[in-house]
């Protein structure tokens, strides 16, 4: 079974900071998405970025980026220039061959001003 | 585009009355939609999986007579939560997939919060 795996709970870091969030996960599938979804105190769900595993370019998207490694089977956010918008739950998620999101626990950003 | 609404935002019913949710996708077709339930400070569990003109299919432990869903149309699927009890209470979201531009991905409504008293 699919597993995803956020290993950091909560993080804090000052405005203007670069932060990095990570995210492994455990597939036997070869053809797959990655995606980073970011949940602010609203509630609403907001897709960051994601990502195709046959593409070996790391997707990007203006501050935010991921180191994706496909053999090691992880799936890192980093977000640069850090802004008090950011703060928020980020979930990591792998989509599965029945379309469905298996979901990491979260990690929990605050940013300080 | 790829915008997700969700009606309502917010409710409160009394035990044993029955409470409907919409989730409309409003610029896309989705063939199939997906419901959750979120518990404070907790991850997305997905509850069904909806798709167009079929039954829905749910998750082990979620009670399909209880949890009835309805996707009518390729823009609206209905969850209704049939005789809710406070256990009930909860973060309900729905989201809606699309294939457009060639990435699948799911985008979620803004989520309906249920108090059963």
């Known amino acids: 079974a699919q597993t995803v795996t956020q290993s950091q709970p909560e993080m804090s870091v000052q405005e203007a900071e670069t932060v990095t969030l990570s995210c492994t996960y455990d597939?036997?599938?070869?053809?797959?998405?990655l995606f980073w979804y970011k949940q602010p105190p609203s509630r609403q769900m907001i897709l960051v970025i994601r990502?195709?595993?046959?593409k070996q370019q790391n997707a990007t998207e203006n501050r935010f980026s991921v180191n994706f490694q496909k053999a090691a089977k992880s799936f890192s956010l980093k977000i640069s220039d850090s802004q008090l918008g950011d703060t928020a739950m980020y979930f990591c998620?792998?989509?599965?061959?029945?379309?469905?999101?298996?979901w990491g626990a979260g990690t929990k950003l605050i940013i300080k001003p | 585009g790829a915008v997700v609404s969700q009606h309502p935002s917010w409710v409160i019913c009394k035990s044993g009355t029955s409470v409907k949710i919409e989730c409309r996708s409003l610029?896309?077709?989705?063939?199939?939609m997906f419901w959750y339930r979120q518990f404070p400070k907790q991850s997305l569990m997905l509850m069904a999986t909806?798709?167009?003109?079929?039954?829905?299919?749910?998750e082990q432990g979620v009670e399909k007579d209880k949890f009835l869903i309805n996707h009518a149309s390729l823009t609206l699927s209905t969850l209704t939560v049939t005789s809710a009890h406070p256990e009930d209470s909860s973060f309900y979201i729905c989201?809606?997939?699309?294939?457009?531009?060639?990435?699948?991905?799911?985008?979620f409504g803004p989520g309906t919060r249920l108090t059963v008293l």
């Open positions: 989201s809606a997939r699309t294939a457009s531009g060639g990435a699948d991905t799911q985008y």
């Open positions: 610029d896309f077709q989705a063939t199939t």
């Open positions: 909806s798709n167009e003109g079929s039954k829905a299919t749910y």
């Open positions: 597939t036997s599938e070869n053809n797959y998405y």
């Open positions: 990502q195709e595993a046959y």
């Open positions: 998620a792998f989509k599965d061959s029945n379309y469905q999101l298996i």
